[in-house]
């Protein structure tokens, strides 16, 4: 094998992962459809770059050119190429988020292959979940967990929906539009995004407006002896009044409409005009915050990355780009014994999470813990 590790999706995140595992030592080759994308890659990271055709054709020839393959690519089409590099016999890292009902097929496929992978490596999911199973193994268990994660422009107010796009806009836009979950009762329900919103002071950070999101993923089956879990995305105040208008003219609606002959998804389009309107602006943060609570004490895991001038970086990028790399990396140091890793697992295991909580902070990114009787 040629390479340590192929990036497979040259776009933000890819970008970022692409230089946190070069800083580790890593030799990297770029894949993508893209070649705008890849001369990136070659310019400002000095890495090899491969150009393929869209779909999964392309992937079997990826198969004895790298130890590992990260992938970034967007939410509408990992599912399908995460599947198959997993029933392939790949080693693969994934940002993305795949189906969490089907955790147990891809074991069986990892079993069958022998391939073997680590799933929702970004920020959230990702570090949030590691973040989770930390605080239920800390406090042994939880009577309540709830996670308020977001990316957020450093200067909101001059802008449309007071924000900026600095990740994928389709994912951006598709949390407003589908049902969430959430854990009442020891009940699975289902909601409305905005049917659970509210204001929320970070430690150290301004004041939030929030609404409910669809990200606890494999918490649903991994910790569902936890009576309460909800997980939430942060806003600037303000911003959800304007993107429910969005969502109330139908602008992020996912049945086609006929314009003039086209058929045309409103949400892609919109995903399209933020791309162009409100990806200019790098300076970024992305806050996240793990709020664990057991009997009469509340503890809270919080980590914020903001843009990086220097590394021309946004803080996005960086919070889940650097995720993935780092738990890519653990991957391909064997620290993992499972076919199919999810990221609390790292957090639930106490020397795992030690050695999670010395990569990232080598990567740059920095987790806090207080705790407080309530």
Known sequence: MGYDVCI???GR????????????????????????????????????????????????KLKDMSRLIASSLPIDISREYVEYLIGNGFTVVDVSSV???KISYYEKLARES???????????????????????????GLDKLEIYVGGLPLEPEDKPLKTNVTWNPLGFLWQYNITCRKVVDGEVVGMDPFEDTGVISLPGEDEY?????????????TLKDVPYMAEYTLRVKGHLKEVRLLRDLGLIDLEPIDVDGCKVIPLKYTAKILDKRLSKDPRDKTLLAVYGYS????????????YNEE?????????????LARYGHMLLEGLFEWDITLPEYVGLDRELFRRYLREVEDAGLKIYRVEERI
């Open 8 to 10: 497979l999706g040259a």
């Open 13 to 60: 995140i890819g970008y970022a992962a692409a230089y946190d595992f070069k800083k580790l030592g890593y030799k990297i080759l770029a894949v993508d459809i893209n070649e705008n994308q890849l001369k990136r890659f070659e310019e400002n990271l000095d890495v090899d770059t491969m150009k393929i055709e869209p779909g999964i054709e392309s992937l079997p």
């Open 99 to 101: 189906s969490e009902d």
């Open 114 to 140: 022998g391939g073997k992978a680590f799933l929702y490596a970004g920020v959230a999911p990702g570090m949030a979940q590691t973040l989770a199973g930390a605080l239920y193994s800390e406090l042994e």
């Open 209 to 221: 407006e929030y609404f409910l999101s669809d990200g606890l993923r494999t918490l649903l089956y």
């Open 295 to 306: 009997g009469d004490v509340k503890s809270i895991y919080y980590s914020y990355t903001y």
């Open 311 to 323: 590394l021309g970086l946004t803080g996005m990028q960086m919070a889940t780009g650097f995720n």
